[in-house]
Each structure stands twice: as structure tokens, then as C-alpha cells.
Nanobody
Framework: QVQMIESGGGLVRPGGSLTLSCVAS??????????VGWLRQAPGKEREFVAG?????NRYYADSVKGRFTISRDASTFYLQMNSLKPEDTGTYYC????????????????WGQGTQVTVSS
């Protein structure tokens, strides 16, 4: 099974930017049919879809982050560029793989990383 390792979280002021990275490593691999997503979880809330990318390059975003976040990929590394951050973006951010393809349901994802904390506060 592929392992996902996130990094890049931190404390940032409202309106600031952060870039998260996620490296996919062995022993498994990501196949062309897979869908890689960034999801987040705030304290006391359900894990929610933020952004995702097909291996073909098609990208998808939650309405709450459209126009502010950009997901991209470079080989086996996946990025989430986050601009104009808001306090409600605070949470633990995870990258994960949906083996059956596109989904926004956290239950369809596996190969979860350990997460990286993003805190947006003045």
C-alpha cells in the first residue's frame, strides 16, 4: 500500500499563505485510476474534502476554498497551495488516495498520512 507523508503546516495570520506537500512513497504506488485528495479535520468536526486531483490532471475543489487553494502534482509529490487563509481553514490537513477514482467522501479514501496542522490566527 502506498504511504502518504504530509508536511508544510504551521501558524499563519489571516490573509496569509501556506503550501502543503505530500509525498507518496512505497511499497505501493499510485495508479492512473486513483484520485488523490487533500482533506481536513477541525476539532469536533467531521473530516471534509478540500481538493483533489486525478492523475490525468483534472482538479476539484470544495466550494469553501475555490479561488483560494490550488492543488498540483509533480511526479509522486502533491501540493496544496493555500492563499487568503481564513480562521475557518484551521485544522489538520491530510492527503489520501481514493482507489476507485473521484470522490469527495472521506470514507472512500485510504492510505492516510499522519496529517499536518494548519492554524490561521492573528
Amino acid at each position: 500500500q502506498v504511504q502518504m507523508i504530509e508536511s508544510g503546516g504551521g501558524l499563519v495570520r489571516p490573509g496569509g499563505s501556506l503550501t502543503l506537500s505530500c509525498v507518496a512513497s512505497g511499497p505501493g504506488r499510485i495508479y492512473s485510476s486513483h484520485f488523490v485528495g487533500w482533506l481536513r479535520q477541525a476539532p469536533g468536526k467531521e473530516r471534509e474534502f478540500v481538493a483533489g486531483i486525478r492523475m490525468s490532471g483534472n482538479r476539484y475543489y470544495a466550494d469553501s476554498v475555490k479561488g483560494r487553494f490550488t492543488i498540483s502534482r509533480d511526479a509522486s509529490t502533491f501540493y496544496l497551495q493555500m492563499n487568503s487563509l481564513k480562521p475557518e481553514d484551521t485544522g489538520t490537513y491530510y492527503c489520501a488516495v481514493a482507489r476507485r477514482g473521484y470522490s469527495t467522501n472521506a470514507k472512500d479514501f485510504d492510505s492516510w498520512g499522519q496529517g499536518t496542522q494548519v492554524t490561521v490566527s492573528s
